[in-house]
């Protein structure tokens, strides 16, 4: 649930970036792709690697610390998400951004590394499966539609950019939803991570 609801936070919040960029500031496509392209690019490869150097550290050997680093970067960055969506500053949107977009590519990594270690050897597959399956439901359908039709709502009928900067602002604060889970797993990952490894399936009668 923590990479579900990380997904619906994050790349739910990015689907409609773009167009919150156009029509708030005015914006044409090239100068809004010009905006976010380099954040993804830059900001994107920088998340990834910085994640996979802080998880190699011997450390993190310890699951919890694993969830406790989600947790403090998840809940962080869901400040800036907020605040990206209620400024009318551009220049503040964009610092903003800068610090939230990466973090829809640093929780992946930790996830599906704790999804690895938690399953039995002979389910990680479907593991795996599961926490995809549910991650782009809600990233893919439940983010891209439910932002649409509240944005519609909330303009009577035809989205504009108050309406739309109303519906991320109620995506935005799932951040803390996602770091819940977190916090809730890392009471319990060690039990969880011990029954994993004494995992034995039955000899077949």
């Given at each position: 649930?923590?990479?579900?609801?990380?997904?619906?936070?994050?790349?739910?919040?990015?689907?409609?970036?773009?167009?919150?960029?156009?029509?708030?500031?005015?914006?044409?496509?090239?100068?809004?792709?010009?905006?976010?392209g380099p954040i993804h690019l830059?900001?994107?490869?920088?998340?990834?690697?910085?994640?996979?150097?802080?998880?190699?550290?011997?450390?993190?050997?310890?699951?919890?610390?694993?969830?406790?680093?989600?947790?403090?970067?998840?809940?962080?960055?869901?400040?800036?998400?907020?605040?990206?969506?209620?400024?009318?500053?551009?220049?503040?949107?964009?610092?903003?951004?800068?610090?939230?977009?990466?973090?829809?590519?640093?929780?992946?990594?930790?996830?599906?590394?704790?999804?690895?270690?938690?399953?039995?050897?002979n389910m990680r597959s479907m593991?795996?499966?599961?926490?995809?399956?549910?991650?782009?439901?809600?990233?893919?359908?439940?983010?891209?539609?439910?932002?649409?039709?509240l944005s519609d709502w909330f303009?009577?009928?035809?989205?504009?950019?108050?309406?739309?900067?109303?519906?991320?602002?109620?995506?935005?604060?799932?951040?803390?939803?996602?770091?819940?889970?977190?916090?809730?797993?890392?009471?319990?990952?060690?039990?969880?991570?011990?029954?994993?490894?004494?995992?034995?399936?039955?000899?077949?009668?």
């Amino acid at each position: 649930m923590t990479s579900g609801v990380s997904s619906l936070w994050g790349w739910g919040l990015i689907w409609w970036t773009p167009a919150f960029l156009m029509r708030t500031y005015g914006l044409d496509v090239g100068e809004a792709g010009a905006v976010l392209g380099p954040i993804h690019l830059v900001g994107g490869i920088a998340a990834s690697l910085g994640t996979a150097w802080v998880l190699s550290r011997p450390a993190m050997r310890d699951p919890r610390r694993v969830l406790w680093v989600l947790i403090l970067g998840v809940g962080f960055t869901t400040l800036p998400s907020i605040l990206a969506y209620a400024t009318h500053s551009l220049w503040l949107a964009k610092c903003m951004l800068w610090v939230f977009i990466p973090a829809i590519y640093f929780y992946i990594g930790p996830c599906m590394g704790l999804l690895q270690n938690l399953a039995p050897h002979n389910m990680r597959s479907m593991f795996i499966a599961w926490s995809l399956l549910v991650g782009n439901i809600f990233n893919l359908v439940v983010a891209p539609q439910a932002i649409g039709y509240l944005s519609d709502w909330f303009g009577g009928g035809h989205g504009d950019a108050a309406s739309l900067r109303l519906a991320l602002l109620l995506l935005a604060p799932a951040g803390f939803w996602a770091t819940w889970h977190a916090y809730r797993a890392s009471r319990t990952v060690m039990s969880d991570v011990k029954r994993a490894r004494g995992y034995a399936p039955s000899a077949p009668q």
